[in-house]
């Protein structure tokens, strides 16, 4: 109730709203800027979708802002949000094969298939089975920590990162309806 919707907030609610493109939402910013609070807002929009649009309506009549006011967050969307700096996970597919609905089966043909990184086929048929909003903060500073083993047959942690997120934008932007896809960084200085 008491969450002012700044300019940088109301951008990431109208990126996930009904009328949003589905285009990844990158939030960038220095520590302290406020971005894991809009996370956290986001989370919470997809959550309790009533309450935050309720909010949205309040503040709008407020302020005299018709497109706050209107605001039609999407419906059906499992929240899977992770402060990947934490290092709880080696790559970021295992954490959607953990809590996505239909990850352990998909994890299943992903190991069976033998290639290093999920195929976006793969992806966007778990993500067809529950939409899904993925919604990594500190990324980059967990990025730039990954590398890549040495010879041929080293694990390349960091180009199949880098692979995979390249996939998981292009979905997002692809197939809106099934994914959306939210991170945080502190700068554009990094891959």
């Given at each position: 109730r008491i969450t002012y919707p700044v300019v940088d907030l109301q951008k990431a609610l109208?990126?996930?709203?009904?009328?949003?493109?589905?285009k990844p939402v990158v939030l960038i910013g220095d520590r302290g800027r406020g971005k894991s609070h809009i996370m956290a807002a986001l989370h919470h929009a997809i959550v309790s979708r009533d309450v935050v649009e309720a909010w949205a309506q309040d503040w709008g009549q407020r302020l005299g802002n018709d497109k706050l006011m209107n605001l039609k967050l999407t419906s059906g969307f499992l929240p899977v949000t992770e402060a990947v700096h934490n290092n709880e996970y080696e790559y970021l597919w295992d954490l959607l094969f953990e809590r996505h609905?239909?990850?352990?089966?998909?994890q299943g043909k992903f190991e069976a298939s033998g290639v290093p990184v999920p195929a976006r086929s793969l992806m966007e048929e778990m993500f067809s089975l529950q939409p899904t909003v993925l919604i990594i903060d500190e990324f980059q500073t967990w990025f730039d920590g990954l590398n890549d083993e040495p010879g041929d047959t080293g694990r390349k942690r960091r180009t199949w990162t880098f692979n995979f997120i390249q996939n998981l934008s292009e979905l997002s932007k692809d197939r809106p309806d099934v994914f959306r896809f939210i991170i945080s960084v502190r700068n554009n200085?990094?891959?």
């Open positions: 109208f990126a996930i709203s009904e009328a949003g493109t589905g609905p239909s990850g352990q089966k998909m200085q990094t891959d």
